[in-house]
C-alpha cells in the first residue's frame, strides 16, 4: 500500500487510517508471532487466541521465549504440555522451554558416546553442545514435531506460535547434511557440528516443518510492531528475511497506536511521533495486509484485559495517578558518575525496545563533551546506533559496528589457515561448518572482546543486543577460549581477560536499562539475576521513556503514567545501587542535538 500524506510518499497509512485487526478472522490454522523484543507479541498472540476461542475455536498457544510472558499474561502456570486456561472455554496454553529441551537434546547425542569413546572426547562433545546453537536447534525441535506431526495438535481448530523461528534458525537447517557419521568419526567435531548431530533422523521431520511454515493456506506470519522508526525496521528485516526462505504469508500488527490526540500537547507529540515513523517505513512492510491495535491504560494481564484490547468488553475506568511523589536523579546524574568513574567499558543492556542504543549515544556523546575519548560500539546484529546519531561526526567520538559478516570472514580465514592436518574431505565439512551461523557468534564473540580491550586506554560504551543473547556472550567467554583453542585458532589476551574485567567494577559498568512496565521489569530482573550469578554486579538501573512526570492530561496517557508507579517502585526495590529516570520526549532523541539535551536532562523531582 501507497499513499500521499501531507506531501510524503508513506510506504504505511497515519494511525488514525489503520484499521483494526480481525481478531478471530483467520484463514490458516497456525499462526506465528514475532518482531523486536518489546513490541507486545506476547500480548496480541494472547488477545487473539482469546478471540479465537470465545468465537467456538479450540486454540492453543505455544511459547517458545526461553523468558516467556505467557504465565504473566494469563496468570496460571503452564508447561510443555497443554494447560487449560480458566474462563475461556476451548483455550490452552504451553512453555516450551528451550533450556530443558537443550539438556535433553545433549543428552540425547552425547548418551551413546558414554563409555564408548574416551572421557575427553565425551567432554569435548559436552562444550560443543554448550551454545546457543544447540538451545536454538533444540527449541526448533520442540515445536517442528507440531507442525510435523498434526496428530501431536489434532484437537485443536488453531496453534499459534509465540515468537517464530528467525532466519537465523531456518538458515541452520539449509547447511549440508551428512554430518552425523563425522561427529561420530570425529567427536571433536566443529562449532555447529554437534548441535546438528543426528540431523539425518530429524531430517523428513524438519522438512516437513519448514514447508509447514511456507504454505500460505496452512500458515501465516505475524509481524508484530510498534510505531516506531527502530521496531519497523526490524520488522522489515524480518520480513525480508523469512520471505527469502519461502515463509511469504505475513500480515503486520502496529501495536500501541493513539489514534486520538485530543487536545493534549503531550498526546499530539506522542501521535505525531508515530505517524511520522509510520510515514518512513520501509518499503519491504507496503505491501502487507496491516492493521493497528490501539494503545491501553496500563499492562494487558488477565483475561479482562484481553477481552477489553479486542473490544469484546469495555474496559475499567482510567487510573487516576499523581506522579508528584517521584524524586529520582536523571540522566545527567548518571553522566556524572560515569565522568568520574573514567575509562572503562559502559554496557546498556536490557529486553528489546527499551531504548538501549539511544541512551548509549546520548551517554557516549555526553562523555565526550565532559573531555573523554570515548569509542561507541555495538553487538547488536541490527546495529541501530548510526542511525540514533543521524550521521553525525564528533571529534572524540569513535564510532563502531562489530560488522558479522566482516568479523566471520576474518575468524573463517584464520581457522582455516591453522586446518594444516585435515585431509581433503575432513576440509570440505570443515568448510560446511563455518558457513553456520555459529561461527558468526563465534567471530562475533571474539569482535566483542576486542572492543572491551580498547577500554583500557578509553571509556567504551556498547550498545549490546537484546538480553539472550548479550548473556550467552558473557557466559560463553570461557567456551569460547576452548573452543578456539580446539580449533587450533590463536586465543587473544583480550579473550582470555574478558570474564575477569567484566566482572571488574572498577572496570565494568552495566546499566539495566528498562521501560515503567511489567514485562521490561520482569526482564530486567532476570537480566540481573543472570548477571549476578556470573559474578557480574550491575552499575545501576535506567527507567527509559517515562510518562509519569510528563504532565499530560489525555484520558490514556494520564492513566499509563499511573499505572507506570508501582513499576518505578519495584525497580527502586531491585537496585540496591542507583535508580535514573529518563522521560518520555516529545520529539525523537535522533541527531547529536536531541541526544545532547537527553543526555542533559537533569534529576526528577515532585512538581
Given at each position: 500500500m501507497r499513499l500521499r500524506f501531507d506531501g510524503l510518499l508513506m510506504s504505511l497509512p497515519r494511525p488514525d487510517c489503520l484499521p483494526v485487526p480481525r481478531w478471530a478472522d483467520w484463514g490458516t490454522r497456525y499462526l506465528f508471532f514475532t518482531g523486536k523484543g518489546g513490541v507486545g507479541k506476547t500480548t496480541v498472540a494472547s488477545a487473539v487466541a482469546v478471540a479465537l476461542a470465545d468465537a467456538g475455536k479450540r486454540t492453543l498457544v505455544i511459547s517458545t521465549d526461553p523468558a516467556s510472558n505467557l504465565d504473566d499474561v494469563f496468570g496460571i502456570q503452564a508447561g510443555p504440555e497443554p494447560t487449560a486456561v480458566v474462563g475461556v472455554d476451548g483455550l490452552f496454553i504451553a512453555n516450551l522451554d528451550?533450556?530443558?529441551?537443550?539438556?535433553?537434546?545433549?543428552?540425547?547425542?552425547?548418551?551413546?558416546?558414554?563409555?564408548?569413546?574416551?572421557?575427553?572426547?565425551?567432554r569435548n562433545m559436552e562444550e560443543q553442545?554448550?551454545?546457543?546453537?544447540?538451545?536454538?536447534?533444540?527449541?526448533f525441535n520442540e515445536f517442528t514435531a507440531v507442525l510435523a506431526e498434526p496428530q501431536a495438535s489434532s484437537g485443536f481448530d488453531h496453534v499459534l506460535f509465540d515468537t517464530a523461528p528467525t532466519g537465523h534458525t531456518l538458515r541452520l537447517l539449509t547447511l549440508p547434511g551428512a554430518w552425523s557419521g563425522y561427529v561420530a568419526e570425529h567427536p571433536a567435531g566443529a562449532s555447529c557440528l554437534g548441535p546438528l548431530a543426528g540431523l539425518d533422523k530429524q531430517r523428513e521431520q524438519y522438512q516437513a516443518a519448514v514447508a509447514t511454515l511456507a504454505d500460505g493456506g496452512l500458515t501465516t506470519l505475524v509481524l508484530v510492531s510498534r510505531a516506531e522508526a527502530s521496531a519497523l525496521r526490524e520488522a522489515a528485516r524480518a520480513s525480508s528475511e523469512l520471505a527469502m526462505l519461502g515463509v511469504r504469508n505475513q500480515r503486520l500488527i502496529v501495536n500501541g497506536v493513539l489514534r486520538d490526540a485530543g487536545h493534549d500537547q503531550i498526546a499530539a507529540?506522542?501521535?505525531?511521533?508515530?505517524?511520522?515513523?509510520?510515514?518512513?517505513?520501509?518499503?519491504?512492510?507496503?505491501g502487507l495486509d496491516v492493521a493497528a491495535v490501539e494503545l491501553v491504560t496500563g499492562d494487558v494481564t488477565g483475561l479482562a484485559a484481553l477481552r477489553q484490547l479486542t473490544g469484546a468488553q469495555a474496559g475499567p475506568a482510567a487510573l487516576e495517578h499523581d506522579a508528584a511523589d517521584i524524586?529520582?536523579?536523571?540522566?545527567?546524574?548518571?553522566?556524572?558518575?560515569l565522568d568520574a568513574a573514567g575509562n572503562g567499558v559502559v554496557m546498556t543492556m536490557g529486553k528489546g525496545g527499551v531504548g538501549k542504543t539511544t541512551l548509549a549515544a546520548a551517554l557516549a556523546l555526553a562523555l565526550v563533551d565532559r573531555g573523554h575519548e570515548v569509542t561507541l560500539s555495538t553487538t547488536d546484529p541490527a546495529a541501530h546506533i548510526v542511525d540514533a546519531l543521524r550521521g553525525a561526526a564528533v571529534e572524540s567520538l569513535r564510532v563502531e559496528r562489530i560488522d558479522p559478516a566482516l568479523e566471520t570472514a576474518r575468524y573463517t580465514q584464520e581457522v582455516l589457515a591453522a586446518a594444516t592436518g585435515l585431509d581433503a574431505e575432513g576440509r570440505a565439512l570443515l568448510l560446511e561448518d563455518l558457513r553456520s551461523p555459529c561461527t558468526e557468534e563465534i567471530?562475533?564473540?571474539r569482535a566483542f572482546a576486542r572492543t572491551v580491550d580498547e577500554a583500557r586506554e578509553r571509556i567504551v560504551v556498547l550498545d549490546t543486543a537484546p538480553t539472550g543473547h548479550t548473556l550467552l556472550l558473557l557466559d560463553a567467554a570461557q567456551a569460547y577460549q576452548r573452543e578456539v583453542q580446539r580449533t587450533n585458532a590463536n586465543v587473544p589476551a583480550e579473550v582470555s581477560e574478558l570474564l575477569v574485567r567484566l566482572r571488574d567494577p572498577e572496570f565494568a559498568r552495566m546499566l539495566v536499562v528498562t521501560l515503567a512496565e511489567s514485562t521490561p521489569v520482569h526482564e530486567a530482573q532476570r537480566l540481573q539475576e543472570d548477571l549476578r550469578r556470573a559474578g557480574i554486579e550491575p552499575f545501576g538501573w535506567v527507567i527509559n521513556a517515562s510518562l509519569a512526570t510528563s504532565g499530560s492530561t489525555h484520558p490514556t496517557l494520564r492513566a499509563r503514567a499511573g499505572a507506570e508507579l508501582s513499576h518505578i517502585g519495584r525497580v527502586m526495590e531491585l537496585s540496591e545501587h542507583a535508580t535514573w529516570l529518563v522521560g518520555w520526549q516529545p520529539d525523537a532523541p535522533v541527531g547529536a542535538a536531541a541526544l545532547r539535551e537527553l543526555a542533559a536532562a537533569a534529576a526528577v523531582g515532585s512538581r
Open positions: 528451550p533450556e530443558a529441551a537443550a539438556a535433553a537434546f545433549r543428552e540425547r547425542a552425547i548418551g551413546p558416546y558414554r563409555g564408548v569413546l574416551p572421557e575427553s572426547a565425551v553442545l554448550s551454545g546457543a546453537c544447540t538451545v536454538e536447534i533444540a527449541a507529540a506522542f501521535a505525531g511521533r508515530q505517524a511520522a515513523a509510520l510515514a518512513s517505513a520501509p518499503e519491504a512492510l507496503s524524586a529520582l536523579p536523571g540522566l545527567h546524574d548518571l553522566v556524572d558518575a567471530a562475533v564473540f
